[in-house]
């Protein structure tokens, strides 16, 4: 007998996407989606955010990137399972690209793609080192005479920007340049943030009195560490401001304070940008491959 759960239709209806993605066939892949459909994607096809609406515009994106990303491996999520209510199927997913691993969510109205997510997880050859893969950290009796984590750290905050170049330079040192500096530390992307405020946080600690979250706490985590579950659901400025001092310090970044960028050039023939930045008073200059 044929399996006619939601979870059995869907990956079926995921095989069938992929053989004719795989095949290029963009007539039998624009097919399969509703006369009225949206596909939202996240970097994985077009290393961009993007909103495709439409039968039409969805073929423009495919005609443009489907060669280079060649999606395949789509499955339903490991322990997801579909549902159904009022004829809408949906479930999260799982596919790859040929650089990349994805996560997703997909919708199907009358057998049709109603909805889709696409999202990038993680370039292959650069995933990052967590769970059971995280370094392991002791360092004793392995190589005597080894530097210890304190005086390697204590190394690389006095050489990077002075004896060494950060590969990025992310100026502004908010909650998105404090996230995006976590993210870059844990691929081994050497990184400076540059900060005018005195502190990491001021730039919630010195705003409005009455300012907090606007959004429920547990939307707006950071990487790596998620905010006490105790907390107020919108959480007051200052405990903020406190949580991204604190995070900056145990997530190990390499956090300029009280540091203004005054100039940028980029230089087409090195590849490479000169920043001149002040610290403090004093002028450094900064040749980051990438600024953000």
Not at 66 to 75: E, I, M, S, T, Y
Not at 104 to 115: K, M
Not at 260 to 288: C, F, M, Q, S, Y
Request: charged content about 25%.
């Amino acid at each position: 007998m044929l399996d006619t759960t939601p979870n059995a239709r869907i990956q079926a209806f995921l095989d069938k996407f992929e053989a004719a993605l795989v095949a290029g066939d963009l007539d039998a892949a624009l097919g399969m989606f509703a006369p009225e459909c949206y596909w939202r994607d996240l970097v994985a096809f077009t290393w961009n955010i993007k909103t495709m609406e439409g039968r039409d515009q969805i073929r423009e994106m495919l005609s443009s990137c489907l060669a280079h990303a060649k999606p395949r491996n789509w499955k339903i999520a490991d322990g997801e399972n579909a549902s159904e209510t009022d004829g809408v199927a949906e479930c999260w997913i799982s596919f790859e690209t040929e650089v990349a691993r994805g996560y997703g969510l997909i919708r199907l109205q009358n057998g049709q793609i109603w909805t889709l997510l696409t999202t990038m997880v993680e370039l292959k050859g650069y995933e990052e080192k967590a769970g059971f893969t995280r370094p392991l950290g002791a360092r004793h009796g392995v190589n005597p005479g080894a530097k210890t984590w304190k005086e390697l750290r204590d190394e690389e905050t006095e050489q990077l920007g002075l004896k060494t170049q950060p590969y990025v330079l992310i100026i502004g040192g908010g909650q998105g340049g404090i996230a995006l500096g976590a993210r870059l530390r844990q691929l081994g992307v050497p990184t400076i943030i540059v900060e005018k405020n005195a502190r990491p946080g001021d730039s919630w600690r010195n705003r409005y009195k009455s300012l907090c979250l606007h959004d429920p706490v547990w939307y707006d985590h950071l990487p790596y560490i998620d905010f006490p579950k105790n907390w107020p659901v919108f959480s007051p400025k200052d405990k903020i401001g406190d949580w991204l001092e604190m995070y900056t310090k145990v997530m190990e970044l390499n956090y300029w304070t009280g540091t203004t960028a005054k100039h940028a050039d980029w230089n087409d023939a090195k590849k490479e940008w000169t920043v001149l930045v002040e610290r403090d008073g004093k002028e450094i200059t900064l040749k980051p491959k990438q600024l953000v």
